[in-house]
């Protein structure tokens, strides 16, 4: 007989004994995965009728196994648990930007479909962890795809969790708004595709999880779609499927812009959010979460990147985050203020990419060099950073097995000089940053005569903003090359 436990386990009382329809081998891969901590028992089949459909249903015959494969193994707790795994922002087949080649870099082959190759990690993941369903909430693709091997990959990769008796929820984003998409391909059974004209709920009454979501039928989406998700349906796990912008959130485009105040007054147990391609937990009760993008595809989007395993037990939600990025982007800082030559600051460097690279997993990195400190050497940095960029890749090529790949040098160093005294001083230095001083006074850049309006014609609407501090550091480098030229002068005179 099906036991209760007080109302306090979602879903796993009210599941029926269930096995795939492909059959026997199946049931038995199914049972041998199931780790359930209740005992087996026998239900009529009679009482299994729903609404259930797809890959899994009810057996037929007049009693079966209470034996349900569909829960993860419930461990010291009383109750198995539905499982779900939370991914977004797949972006499959988008390019790695910013990489360029070079002698000593990783092999591209390596990385050459990294997008794809954090799907397939994604589905491997959720099958090794014996989870029945995937949400992935929107921008699953990164725009319309240029061929259908896009769509026949993904389909591909469907195909194989509907085997393994996953069900997939996915909701469309702005890049793969269904007005974008030109070409369709038909998906398993075992995968549902939001609408994007109204909320929809899809109801798994096997797993006592009621699915609430919208696609996105254009790509700019203004309207706060959250408003209008349905009521949560009484004694299942509700969760809120949507691709969306948390009112207050910087640097993206707000997209079905939301309050997280609404997200959490609707009543449901979880909301798995997409857009903000890094990982979140907004709220904890009720969970709101960014699950982040599955692979980071450029300098923007540094750190660990992958997918939310969701356990829901004795009324509660856990979750964790499981990395699947098979290339991670990262900022590496070094102190180079004992450097005595480039080849000494790109040692220092060495140092702590060592340090970084410890902590990602064995994984090819792209890295962004970043030194900084004042040291004496500043001004030759400055003056020749071709020869600081080959000596930053040599060394993390040595360091790193060639496995680190240096994307950019950024040199945030500056000079070992006193630079307030210098500019008392009577000397031409003194001069020059006296000079420079008032400049950076103006920070409209008049004097200076900088007319940025056409530029900033061109950047508007491609979300890209010229920093304000640009002037700021623009005049710093000035001042660096142009007190490295007067000490280069000064000692060629001394000779
Ligand atoms: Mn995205």
């Not at 795939?20 to 049972?31: D, E, I, R």
């Not at 640097?251 to 959490?264: E, N, S």
């Amino acid at each position: 007989m099906l036991t209760t436990c007080g109302g306090k386990c979602y879903a796993h009382c009210k599941a029926p004994a269930v096995r795939p329809k492909t059959g026997k081998n199946q049931l038995n891969n199914a049972a041998r995965h199931a780790k359930l901590s209740h005992a087996p028992g026998i239900v009529p089949a009679g009482s299994l009728e729903g609404r259930t459909k797809g890959v899994i249903r009810a057996m037929r015959g007049p009693f079966v196994l209470f034996q349900c494969p569909l829960f993860r193994g419930a461990g010291s707790g009383d109750c198995a648990m539905p499982a779900f795994v939370h991914a977004a922002d797949i972006h499959l087949d988008s390019p790695l930007k910013g990489l360029f080649p070079y002698e000593g870099a990783p092999s591209i082959e390596e990385i050459r479909g990294a997008t794809r190759q954090a799907l397939d990690n994604l589905v491997n993941f959720v099958i090794s962890e014996h989870v029945p369903l995937l949400l992935i909430a929107g921008d699953l693709y990164d725009g319309d795809w240029h061929d259908f091997n896009t769509g026949l990959y993904f389909a591909g990769r469907m195909r194989r969790l509907g085997e393994a008796g996953v069900r997939v929820a996915i909701v469309r984003g702005n890049h793969d708004a269904a007005n974008t998409m030109t070409k369709t391909l038909p998906m398993p059974d075992n995968v549902k595709i939001f609408k994007s004209r109204r909320p929809e709920t899809w109801i798994l009454d096997d797993l006592g999880i009621a699915i609430h979501g919208q696609s996105y039928a254009a790509q700019e989406i203004t309207d706060n779609l959250a408003a209008a998700y349905p009521e949560p349906v009484a004694g299942m796990l509700n969760i809120g499927l949507l691709h969306c912008l948390i009112s207050g959130a910087q640097g993206h485009l707000p997209y079905a812009p939301c309050h997280i105040d609404l997200l959490a007054s609707k009543g449901y147990d979880y909301w798995a959010l997409g857009h903000v391609h890094n990982y979140a937990v907004l709220r904890e009760t009720p969970r709101i979460v960014y699950s982040g993008c599955s692979q980071g595809r450029h300098i923007r989007e540094t750190g660990p990147k992958g997918c939310v395993l969701v356990e829901a037990q004795d009324g509660a939600l856990r979750t964790e985050f499981c990395a699947l990025d098979v290339l991670r982007w990262v900022g590496v800082s070094a102190d180079i203020s004992a450097a005595e030559s480039v080849a000494h600051a790109a040692a220092l460097f060495g140092d702590a990419l060592a340090t970084a690279l410890a902590d990602q997993g064995g994984r090819p990195c792209c890295v962004r060099a970043i030194l900084k400190g004042r040291c004496g050497i500043h001004g030759r940095l400055c003056a020749d950073p071709a020869a600081l960029a080959a000596n930053i890749r040599a060394v993390a090529a040595d360091v790193s097995g060639k496995r680190a790949w240096i994307e950019k040098v950024e040199l945030q160093s500056g000079p070992a000089v006193d630079l307030d005294e210098l500019a008392r001083s009577d000397t031409p230095q003194g001069q020059l940053l006296r000079y420079l001083n008032e400049l950076s006074a103006d920070p409209q850049g008049l004097a200076l005569d900088l007319d940025l309006t056409a530029l900033k014609a061109k950047l508007a609407g491609s979300g890209v903003r010229i920093p304000e501090d640009a002037v700021g550091r623009m005049l710093e480098d000035a001042r660096d090359l142009l007190l490295t030229a007067l000490a280069d002068a000064q000692s060629a005179l001394e000779k």
